[in-house]
């Protein structure tokens, strides 16, 4: 483990991080949020204007003292682990320094939730009596959170190659991260491209809708990473129909593929529609809805419309947890629904939680098998995604992955349970923590506040396990990762042909 390696690119980290805390001084001065000192200055932008400064001068020595180069894998790892936690720790200070929130747990779980994309709050409600630059804090951390800070960091830094591949499929949320481009620094820029113009296309129509410009900026900045914060207490209930279908297409949109989206974009779009996990995702997400809306038309247990249930559908399915009614009041068998859809998240590859579709896909397909296998034990099979034959090794990976997943997930079933003293609610707050999910069942419909302070301290981690998918977070604690130099073979696999 070459230590000055880690701490040198971290230090390039810091740099490129510092900058989003100047983001929330605009509004700061715009609203002239109190108090405001010498007749213009607002306290909360000299608040994060220190903050910017701090985190920039922390980079600046950390890159001095570090060498910013190339990676074994075990660095890669160390570095994407780590940086999660060193940003979120960074993230909450705003939150104690602006007197928003007084807990340093709170702190740490806000800004937590927003950078790994979860989006369950602490903070209380009404939300539009918190200053304009907080909310809009928490939007910008999901927004960098969504495609991730090492992913930018690896389209700016210019050093790195195969290293920056090691750096991205650890932080990736899929099973493989796709090359697009040779090199990979091309590649991680044109995932920023395309996530910066699905952002900028959102709040182009989000206007075209009459939703004020911090609005329209806020719900951009939090729906393409499937965060689901909103500055209001209403959540996206707050606006028209027009503005909620528009939501629910670039919810859709951000739970895709982002290679598939790419293929469109250069003019290949039969690729995605023949894509096996992109045409099970649309069929989970419109075959539940029509469920939803046929039973409650049948059964006449509640009054859902179509636009209701395919907004939490969809809002559940793609991990970004906007609400616009509160689906802990229907049905036991329509929070079963949502529960399972919290498990099973969006695409690989996309900036969606959960355990994604295309694992789902091939458990399904590996059960399959070994049912025909064991009918007769003679025939050899083979499991495809399409006209791609998946390598054993990535199936062991991915039933790995599976179980880990469900371990995690029961161990924080049973803390939560005990800590709440209530099951549905100590079920849920794991299933969205992990899954990154944001509101749940329960105590945890709407927010986390309900939960003691060492319940939020731990559904934390488990945020932060959920978005470096199990393993990159879990290994960080692993005595040989600072031994071995490359451990490629157990937490990272190809879908190769």
Known sequence: MRWKVVIGNLGSILKIFGLAFLVPVIPAFYYQEAPVFFGFLPYNAVVFLLMSSLTVTLGIPAKAYGRAEDFHHNEAIVLVSSSWLILALISSLPFFLTFTLSCPIDGFFEAMSGITTTGATVLPFPLEDHPQSILLWRAVL????????????????????????????????????????????????????????????????????????????????????????????????????????????????????????????????????????????????????????????VSSVAD?????????????????????????????????????????????????????????????????????????????????????????????????????????????????????????????????????VGPGLGLVASDFRSVPASGRLIMSLFMWIGRLEIFTAVVLFNPSLYKKSKLRNLLSFEIRK
């Open 142 to 297: 999901q927004w960098i959170g969504g495609m991730g800070i090492i992913v930018l960091s690896v389209a700016i830094l210019t050093k790195l190659s195969s290293g920056g591949l090691s750096l991205l499929e650890a932080e990736s949320p899929g099973p493989s991260i796709t090359r697009l481009k040779p090199k990979i620094k091309e590649t991680a820029k044109i995932l920023w491209f395309l996530y910066s113009l699905f952002t900028l296309l959102l709040f182009i129509l989000l206007l075209g809708a009459r939703v004020g410009v911090y609005d329209a900026v806020y719900h951009s900045f939090t729906t393409m990473p499937t965060g689901g914060f909103s500055p209001h207490t209403e959540s996206v209930a707050y606006f028209s129909s027009v503005v909620q279908w528009i939501i629910i297409f670039f919810m859709i949109i951000a739970g895709v593929n982002f290679s598939l989206h790419y293929q469109c974009f250069i003019g290949n779009p039969k690729k995605m529609l023949k894509n096996p996990e992109f045409r099970t995702y649309l069929f989970i997400i419109f075959g539940v809805t029509i469920v939803i809306t046929l039973l409650s038309v």
């Open 304 to 436: 859902i419309s179509v636009l209701d249930a395919l907004f939490q559908v969809v809002s559940v399915m793609t991990t970004t947890g906007y609400t616009t009614v509160n689906f802990d009041a229907w049905p036991e068998l329509f929070r079963l629904f949502l529960l399972l859809l919290m498990f099973i998240g969006g695409s690989a590859g996309s900036t969606g939680g959960g355990i994604k579709v295309l694992r789902i896909l091939l458990i399904f397909k590996m059960v399959k098998r070994k049912l025909i296998e064991f009918i007769n034990p003679r025939r050899v099979m083979v499991v495809r995604m399409g006209d791609t034959v998946v390598e054993e090794n990535t199936l062991n990976t991915i039933a790995m992955f599976f179980v880990a997943y469900v371990i995690i997930f029961a161990i924080g079933a049973i803390i939560m349970v005990g800590l709440t003293g209530d099951m549905i609610s100590g079920i849920a707050a794991s299933a969205t923590s992990l899954g990154n």
